[in-house]
Nanobody
């Protein structure tokens, strides 16, 4: 199957920056999109940003102008640069990939990382 490993979360003051990284590995046949979701306590998981291998990004309104998503196709890695962080950005951030494992006969599935905590607080 496909495994996603995230890194880069932590504690930052309001107005600060963090960069999240997620590497996909395993029996990858095709990756269709990679992205980041987040889930705050008591709230549903929501899309922050995603991107296709061709480099077309999509952002939630809350992330536009502050976050930048990028993809390194050679390394199957997606990065999320987060600037001007706010307390309301505090959440567990999950890497996501829509991918097909092994070969064309396998279905496209949604894969998840284990999550990384981002806390924005003074």
């Amino acid at each position: 199957q496909v495994q996603l490993v995230e890194s880069g979360g932590g504690l930052v003051q309001p107005g600060g920056s963090l960069r999240l990284s997620c590497a996909a590995s395993g029996s990858i046949f095709t990756i269709y999109t990679m992205g980041w979701y987040r889930q705050a306590p008591g709230k549903e998981r929501e899309l922050v940003a995603d991107i296709t291998p061709g480099g077309s990004p999509k952002y939630d309104d809350s992330a536009k102008g502050r976050f930048t998503i990028s993809i390194d196709n050679a390394k199957n890695t997606v990065l999320l640069q987060m600037n001007s962080l706010k307390p309301e950005d505090t959440a567990v951030y999950y890497c996501n990939a829509d991918a097909r494992a092994y070969n064309r006969a396998y279905p496209i599935r949604m894969y998840w990382g284990q999550g990384t905590q981002v806390t924005v607080s003074s």
